[in-house]
């Protein structure tokens, strides 16, 4: 499903050239749970903007889902994300005048997807997420916990190959950290959706198949929970 | 793009009861497909920012009402000179006495217009209504209660057809009054009342130079003109003025003056072939060589002054549209400060829309259409405003001034055009936004 091969990330910082990934090579199956984990500084988030195809390689081969998505252009790049790729962030980013359900259609908006398809979709990832009977609720009238499952819905609704988490539960209490982790194990393990995920705390990376662990821009572990 | 399979087939995902999520999207991912739905948007947000949309309008707004108000006042007053000059008649030629460069050579034949000249004219039987002489002058009218300052004009009674004047009270100025240089008098309307109140002037006398005239006329009001009122004017026999009142004997003694000899042609079409071939007559008869000496007299063609006027007329529309078309401009400003701010402060969610799919197109679009609809909506607002003051101005019956479709047309695409260059810059500072740095943006 993923595949990075020698991936290099050079950044230029004023007249420094800054390292951010040295030769970082790791594959993902279709259907696996994968953590990241790592210090901040360690270029997880590097890896992770290069897998949400935000961002290309300086050098490497990076293979998703079938497409060599590396030297592509920034049109094209966009066009995988929305087919191919499903995000969630930290801080849920949903349009705050819009309805829940408007929310998790906006992606498939771009995909150029009917308005009675995407409300189809759109309905059936929010129930699945349990959101069900908030569709019209807008993001401030939702609690963190629901608006991030708002998001996962969005993240969902377009039947993406891959979920990329970056720090999902960065922003919530530790008790809706676990409503939230659940959810995102339940839909790997009932619906086979594959997850990359990026998080530093262990009780978050716990919940994985499998932890990837950064540090200095290198792979320095890889283990099976 | 061909290594890009957009629509492989979905793995075989395990039976869930939404498994509509796993079927495959029927989606056709040209970029038009979304049109709708990105114009949707602009419109959303435009709504959510009602107090800021309009003020933002607000330029727009003002600059096309300006326009507008404009235009049709305009070319209104435009309309209205040109018919007046038409009411006087665009088939007029008149030739007056004096040379436009008058050299210190040839001052004293700056006078030499003469009786002999129109007759001479009148001799080359030109397909013209009339030939009128006329000497014009200025003196004071004594009538019995009262007096006043008129301009007496000395006339044929060719005059009354050249002009289309007609008579309220008595007659006009006859042959025979011209023949024995009569002293009897024409008294324009408002003149007629000014010395002898109203109905009261036909028979009395006047005074003029020491001259006593017998009112046998009183036109009917004619009107004002750009050119001052008729209904002001006297008029005399042409013969009575040269030899009774003012004295208008050649400096040779063997004629008399005249100040301007007027001709009515029968179509205005004729008037450039008979100014040419008066013209050459006159030269003639006042031995100018050939070799290009100035004329000694001037000929105004009403044509010419007609399509002078109108020339004038409409570039004071254009520069006052234009001075209008300046605040259209600042409005395109305003529209283009604004979308600038809507675009920092909505740096988040473009770096979203852009993270979830969306292609640098859609950005532009979003935010061209934005812009556009700001100030097309800000355009018909103007329009409607603009189109007020004309509209009363019109229902006062002070001026003619119809909207035309012309300055519709204008109108909404001057409005339209602001929009859509004034939106452009910051369209494509949103679609340019890297999504990573967007996202982080607080």
Redesign the interface.
Known sequence: MISLRDIHKTYQMGDVLVAALQGVSFSID?GDFVAIMGPSGSGKSTVM?LI?C??TPTSGEYVL????VDQ?S???L??????KLG?I?QQY?L?P??SALRNVE?????????GA?RQ??AL??L??VGMGQRVDHRPNELSGGQQQRVAIA?A????P?VILADEPTGALDSKTSIEIMELLRRLNR???ITVVLVTHEHDVAAYAARVLTMRDGQLIGDQRN | ?T????H?A??P??V?A?S???????????GF??LW??VR?SF?SLL?NKVRSLLTMLGVIIGVASVVSLLALGNGASASITGEIEAIGTNILTISAGSQNRGPGNATAAQNLTMDDAKAIEALQLPVIGVAPQLNSSAQIVAKSADKNAQIIGITPAFQVVNNLTMQQGSFISDEHLQGANTVIVLGATLAKDLFGNGQALGQTVRINNQTLRVVGVLTPQGGSAFGSEDDRAYIPITTAQKRLFNARTPDGNGYRVGSITLSAINASDLDALQSRVSMLLRERHHLKLDGSADDFNVINQAEILGTLNTITSMMTLFLAAVAGISLLVGGIGIMNIMLVSVTERT??IG???????????ILMQFVVEAAVLSMTGGMIGLMLGSIIPIVVTQLGVLDAPIDLQTVGVAIGFSLGVGLFFGIYPAQRAAKLN??DA?RHE
């Open positions: 279709k903007n949400g935000l961002d889902d079938g497409v060599a592509l920034s049109n094209d966009a066009l995988v994300r929305g087919q995000f962030f980013n349009l005048r819009q906006m992606p498939m908006i771009y995909r150029g997807v009917s398809e189809r979709r059936a990832a129930n699945l969005r969902l609704a377009g039947s190959s009932e619906q086979g | 793009m290594t890009l399979d957009v492989a979905p793995e995902a395990p869930a939404d509509i999520l796993f079927q495959p999207i029927t989606a056709s991912s040209s497909g979304s739905e990105v948007i959303g959510a988040r969610e979203l829309r852009k993270a979830v799919g969306a292609r640098s197109h859609h999504p990573i996202l």
